[in-house]
């Protein structure tokens, strides 16, 4: 069942940019547009949507009085605040917000936003991580080449990259080309230390070196490989990264 979405923002053209990158995603069946917030709350009714994009700062009603009358009438509503102000974080989350993502956005941001989503629906954003089986160390990741297959063991990767529909791994001195999608690396690959930091990249925990600052807020990995990698951080992912990078 795809995901049926109402966008609440009183500027058509921030409106119909989410609509453009919500039509990019292949799960979502229907996106209905609300130019105030009580229009807002008449979609809600009428569409019984799964999640309402909530713009902040609207001239009739703000997203939190928005948010606190849709919680009211369908608490199964999944409210992601879209705002160009991020004061506003603590109370979003008060209203139980499910996400808070920050004008301008991008696919990155989205992709964030779905992975979670989907998450809800599958379960599995209540599960513990999957561990390796102890004493398994000779698991490995099977890559189908021209002249047969090659195993790599997980701590030889360093990161895998997605360039065009080309998806690589990248070991210390050498990429492979895989017929694999990054979304079925990373869940293989989760069990063992890796992390998606961006749409583009998935990297090895304990091959990172460094995290440095970039511009605009955003961040960089340097990697622990013979090319000293660099490999950009989606500014959605850095609160995550850290998380599982430090003591």
Not at 4 to 28: C, F, H, K, S
Not at 64 to 77: D, K, P, R, T
Not at 153 to 158: E, F, L
């Amino acid at each position: 069942m795809g995901w049926n979405i109402v966008i609440a923002d009183d500027e058509a053209p921030a409106r119909e940019e989410l609509v453009y990158l919500l039509e990019q995603l292949a799960d979502v069946d229907r996106v209905t547009q609300a130019n105030s917030g009580m229009d807002a709350i008449k979609k809600v009714k009428e569409q019984a949507p799964d999640v309402l994009f909530l713009d902040m700062d609207m001239p009739d009603l703000n997203g939190l009085q928005v948010a606190e009358i849709v919680g009211e009438l369908n608490s199964q509503v999944k409210i992601v605040f879209s705002t160009a102000y991020d004061q506003y974080a603590v109370d979003a989350f008060k209203v139980r917000a499910f996400h808070y993502m920050l004008k301008p956005f991008d696919e990155d941001d989205l992709d964030s936003v779905f992975r979670e989503l989907r998450k809800t629906r599958t379960g599995t954003g209540t599960k513990a991580p999957a561990i390796p089986p102890a004493g398994n160390s000779c698991v490995k990741l099977a890559l189908e080449m021209e002249e047969g297959i090659k195993y790599v063991s997980p701590k030889d990767i360093i990161y895998i990259s997605k360039e065009g529909k080309y998806v690589q791994v990248h070991i210390r001195d050498k990429a492979y080309h895989v017929t694999y999608t990054l979304v079925e690396l990373e869940q293989k690959l989760e069990p063992f230390g890796f992390f998606r930091c961006h749409k583009s990249y998935l990297v090895n925990l304990a091959a990172i070196a460094e995290l440095k600052t970039w511009v605009n807020g955003a961040y960089n990995l340097l990697m622990d490989d013979e090319a000293r990698s660099t490999i950009p951080v989606s500014r959605n992912y850095v609160k995550a990264l850290r998380l599982k990078l430090e003591i």
